[in-house]
Antibody, heavy 126, light 112 residues
Framework: QVQLQESGPGLVKPAQTLSLTCSVS??????????WSWIRQHPGKGLEWIGL???????YYNPSLKSRVSMSVDTSKNEFSLKLTSVTAADTAVYYC??????????????????WGQGTLVTVSS | QSVLTQPPSVSGAPGQRVTISCTGS?????????VHWYQQLPGTAPKLLIF???NRPSGVPDRFSGSRSGTSASLAITGLQAEDEADYYC????????????FGTGTKVTVL
């Protein structure tokens, strides 16, 4: 059974960098079979896709966040990470990591996310 | 930033049938991209409910069904149960925005 678990600070000061890690169990991020993703949900709001990551290091980001976001993978620890720079209160959200279903490549139009981590609330406040 | 539109809320009595629409455009659902549905119970992470427009993962009751036509999709819940009270989101792939993955605005299902 594949499980994902987010970890990281729950409180980040404005203008600082938000850093989160997603630990994967029951699957290997380096298997090459799947892409891995970060998704966030502002309080009481809908879901927003942040980015997609492949074990090779290839990344694909939401254009609205592209200038501030970076994702990376650590195959030795079987985990992947998210960094979001210059955060503001608008970045306060629950951050989820998720596995994208198998697809031919990053541009496969028929993929879904499963499973998801339990999510971690990150509050941006001084 | 949601480009998939859902009704904010739907409600029904136990045992009734409710449907949730998900309206997209020619760059996502209308382009042939599959639609997937997630159920989010209060305080929990979204859970995959329907994938590939009509398919249920193992363990999802057959009370849940999905369909897609043109630039929209629908999720139907038949025999509504109290445990179905949750938020539901559709998701697809958008080829026109470089955003890749787009989610619906979300629908709150209330069991009366």
């Amino acid at each position: 059974q594949v499980q994902l678990q987010e970890s990281g600070p729950g409180l980040v000061k404005p203008a600082q960098t938000l850093s989160l890690t997603c630990s994967v169990s029951g699957d290997s991020v380096s298997s090459g079979a799947y892409y891995w993703s970060w998704i966030r949900q502002h309080p009481g709001k809908g879901l927003e896709w942040i980015g997609l990551l492949y074990y090779s290091g290839s990344t694909y980001y939401n254009p609205s966040l592209k200038s501030r976001v970076s994702m990376s993978v650590d195959t030795s620890k079987n985990e992947f990470s998210l960094k979001l720079t210059s955060v503001t209160a608008a970045d306060t959200a629950v951050y989820y990591c998720a596995r994208r279903s198998w697809g031919y490549n990053a541009y496969d139009p028929n993929n879904w996310f499963d499973p998801w981590g339990q999510g971690t609330l990150v509050t941006v406040s001084s | 930033q949601s480009v998939l539109t859902q009704p904010p809320s739907v409600s029904g009595a136990p045992g009734q049938r409710v449907t949730i629409s998900c309206t997209g455009s020619s760059s996502n659902i209308g382009a042939g991209s599959d639609v997937h549905w997630y159920q989010q119970l209060p305080g929990t992470a979204p859970k995959l409910l329907i994938f590939g427009n009509t398919n249920r993962p193992s363990g999802v009751p057959d009370r849940f069904s999905g369909s897609r036509s043109g630039t929209s999709a629908s999720l139907a819940i038949t025999g509504l149960q109290a445990e179905d009270e949750a938020d539901y989101y559709c998701q697809s792939y958008d080829s026109g925005l470089s955003v890749f993955y787009v989610f619906g605005t979300g629908t709150k299902v209330t069991v009366l």
